[in-house]
């Protein structure tokens, strides 16, 4: 199957794992969620942003056929999840706000009891889980004891045991100090990389999506806004800020505008700020700096944050 990217464009060849189609879920005369459409590649994490009820946990219940569509299509490696609830989830993992697990119970008790439920998981598939998310030395240990964050790994655990294509997770950074944040973040892309999963993640830490990410949609009053990259060069930005740190500021400048009349040039004391139409413009400009005999201590791109992204997409509402 060929992956579409964002724009309409070809990518490369890629597995869909999950497509969305027209998905639309309405409660009496209100629309919470409304005409999305969007696809999702193994291999990447791919993320959802909005305020509070713009329809992000809607849109995973539905995925996952915790609550039904008005109208639209779901569809896990090509099974629709309408028409073959079973044979679709037989491909996802998923944890919708807080993982389900039996506190007088061990951990491996957990999971034994919810292997039970899935064909073909054993106990070696068990321990291979357990040590993937580096609960194995504390598994037969009772769940009453475990600190949230080895809750939540205990969960991801339960999620991954089917060997899923799909893992969707609502919100799995709640109540995780910065360690535990960051020890999940890498261990999901590791499984998208690593792996070939599609992992899909919703929250409403902007900073860990921008580090945690491929891509994110951002939807807005059950609509979707946009569906954009996290990286700048992949992101269709159709103009970048670069910060050139120089010996001499105003010999930069003026070199910068001999030769590109129509690039806009800010001199600073010891650094100038130059808008230019496309990355490949950046060696082009260093290249003409040297020519001039300029010395450069430093090149950066000065790239919107996904925040300031966000706010300005969603016109400045933050509580995502």
């Known amino acids: 199957m060929i992956y579409l990217n964002s724009s309409g464009g070809v990518n490369v060849s890629q597995t869909i794992a999950v497509q969305i189609r027209n998905l639309t879920k309405t409660i009496g005369k209100k629309t919470i969620v409304d005409n999305l459409s969007f696809d999702i590649p193994k291999g990447e ?37 309408s028409k073959n609830f079973s044979q679709a989830m037989k491909h996802v993992g998923a944890i919708v706000e807080n993982p389900e697990l039996y506190k007088y119970l061990t951990g491996y008790q957990n999971l034994r009891h919810f292997a039970k439920m899935s064909p073909g998981v054993d106990r070696a598939r068990i321990d291979e889980v357990a040590k993937q998310v580096g609960l194995d030395q504390r598994i037969h240990e009772k769940v009453k004891t475990y600190s949230l964050g080895m809750r939540q790994r205990l969960g991801l655990a339960q999620a991954l045991l089917r060997r899923p294509d799909v893992l969707i997770l609502d919100e799995p950074t709640n109540g995780l100090d910065p360690a535990g944040i960051r020890e999940l973040r890498d ?44 990286h700048s060069e992949d992101s269709g930005e159709t103009q970048q800020v ?4 120089v010996g001499d500021a105003a010999a930069a400048t003026a070199a910068i505008k001999a030769q590109y009349e129509s690039i806009s040039v800010v001199q600073m004391d010891k650094r100038v700020e130059v808008a230019v139409g496309g990355r490949e413009t950046i060696p082009d400009i260093v290249h003409c700096l040297a020519l001039a005999n300029v010395k450069i201590y430093g090149v950066r791109t000065n790239n919107k944050s996904l925040e300031e992204t966000f706010l300005e997409i969603t016109g400045g509402v933050s509580n995502v």
């Not at 942003?49 to 995973?60: F, H, S, W």
């Not at 219940?61 to 039904?68: A, D, H, N, Q």
């Not at 892309?189 to 921008?210: C, D, K, N, P, T």
């Not at 670069?242 to 740190?245: L, N, Y």
């Open 187 to 230: 261990y999901l892309r590791s499984l998208a990389q690593s792996q070939g999963l599609a992992v899909i993640v919703s929250s409403h830490l902007l900073s860990e999506m921008e580090l945690m990410c491929d891509r994110v949609a951002i939807i807005q009053a059950g609509k979707l806004v946009d569906v954009r990259p996290i």
């Open 45 to 81: 994490v791919f993320g959802f942003l909005g305020p509070n009820g713009a329809g992000k946990t809607t849109t995973i219940r539905m995925m996952v056929g915790l609550i039904s569509k008005t109208s639209g299509q779901v569809l896990i490696n090509g099974i629709d999840v």
């Open 242 to 245: 670069v910060s050139i740190e």
